[in-house]
């Protein structure tokens, strides 16, 4: 449960690349996520073409990190066929921080950078990927060895918490 306190923001990359079976344990993580109704809305398409990464880097405004990314793991959501479509965004969120621990877990660094709900950067992915009609992409996370350090910030602030 360290991962929990240790994982960070990562920006900056190494030039190493990612070996294939640490980006498949990444996404093993995110499938064990619980979804709503058991519906694992998720997909995963891998971009490690440098041309690519570039062109999805300019996908949102805070996205430029990504390009100095080896991978790029674009997790999607399907629109046809769930149970629960309104949890889809939900579903991809616990599977993105399974992820993400499990990149810290792998000693590799990775960022979250949100593409969904907003329209424009959702389009932008979708084009660059060619993706189907019935799939929707909801982030960008760049995946790579570490090239900055950082701490995790002491988040616990028991004035949040209210027992009744």
Same mark, same amino acid.
């Given at each position: ?8 923001? #990562?920006?900056?990359?190494? %030039?190493?690349? /990612? ?7 990444? =996404?093993? *993580? &995110?499938?064990?996520?619980?979804? *709503? ?9 891998? /971009? ?5 990464? $570039?062109?999805? %880097? ?5 996205? &430029?990190?990504?390009?100095? $990314?080896? $991978?790029? #793991? /674009? ?14 965004? #939900? ?7 399974? =992820? ?6 792998? &000693? ?13 950067? =959702? *389009? ?10 019935? /799939?929707?992409?909801? %982030? ?6 570490? $090239? ?8 616990? *602030?028991? %004035?949040? #918490?209210?027992?009744?």
């Amino acid at each position: 449960m360290e991962n929990l306190y240790h994982r960070v923001s #990562i920006r900056k990359y190494t %030039s190493q690349p /990612v070996k294939k079976e640490d980006l498949v344990e990444i =996404m093993r *993580a &995110g499938m064990q996520a619980p979804s *709503a109704g058991n519906q694992q809305p998720w997909e995963f398409y891998v /971009v490690t073409d440098k041309e690519k990464i $570039a062109v999805l %880097s300019q996908c949102s405004p805070y996205a &430029g990190c990504a390009a100095g $990314a080896p $991978a790029v #793991i /674009v997790p999607v959501y399907r629109t046809d066929g769930l149970r629960f479509p309104e949890y889809a965004d #939900i579903d991809m969120a616990i599977a993105q921080e399974n =992820m993400w621990i499990m990149t810290d877990a792998l &000693g590799l660094g990775g960022v979250w950078l949100g593409i969904a709900p907003l329209k424009d950067r =959702m *389009a932008a992915v979708k084009k660059v990927l060619d993706l189907p009609e019935d /799939v929707e992409p909801f %982030s960008l996370f760049p995946v790579g060895y570490p $090239a900055e350090e950082k701490k995790q910030q002491n988040r616990f *602030a028991e %004035s949040r #918490i209210h027992w009744q």
